[in-house]
């Protein structure tokens, strides 16, 4: 895997080979300055990468996809909260799907991609003002491209799509940030292509509440993008938010 072809990165995205995470860039440069147009931030390599619920994600040198996207007017789109993260999962699953056209990518609620049950990408959603008050989308992208070793705590959760993996880097990126982009200013939503990648309807899960788990069979996701499961008891749970911690694919 080839590190990004500075010749290639226009003014709209900002490459940098180290930084802590471009996440929190992103956040730093929104206390700076307004933003009127898009900009993504992409780096070779985060020594602070995060995740959702305060996890760290795994960033080694040139091996994955490391950006974040600002996406200014949040206010125009708030419609979309409610599926915005399935949505953008759905997205970035079919610009890999282009790329990798013999892998079968799988959604984990809420978005998580994944590859023969080991997690291949996660996606971080923040909504932050500007230094003057108005508000930002910022999309948190991390993509396991070529890795092929992973810290211990890892090695058992997540692999890279393809350790010989020659896919051009700068493509698959403005693809992407094409895709996101152009779902952002529009009214779509992929709700079905979502439920059709699922990695979860009909197994087994164990879903993280709080220091809560719950024991059931994923079911359904709603129109809302809520997850109905059925407990052992028969009772029937719909979650709005939820950490599912594991998911026994060899059931059912
Ligand atoms: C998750 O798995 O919960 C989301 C992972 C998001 C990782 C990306 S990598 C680029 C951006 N910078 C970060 O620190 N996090 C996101």
Redo the contacts with the bound molecule.
Sequence with gaps: MNSYNRNKITNNIHYFKRID????LAKRILKKKSLKTPLTLV?DE?T??????G?D?Y?PPTTGL???IILPNWKKNLSKNELLTIDIAVVISKVLENFFPDKSFKLKWVN?IYLKGF?VA???TDVYPNSNGSLNLII???INLSTAQFPNYLSYKAIGINTKSTVDQNKLLIQIIKKIIKYYYSKKHFLNDYRKRSLILGKNITIQLGNKTIESIAQKIENNGYLTVKEKNGNLKTFSAGEIIRVRLNEH
């Design positions: 995470s471009t996440q929190e780096a985060q602070k990468g995060h995740g959702r619920h996890r994600f960033s490391y950006f974040s998580d997690k996660g996606i971080i948190g992208v991390g």
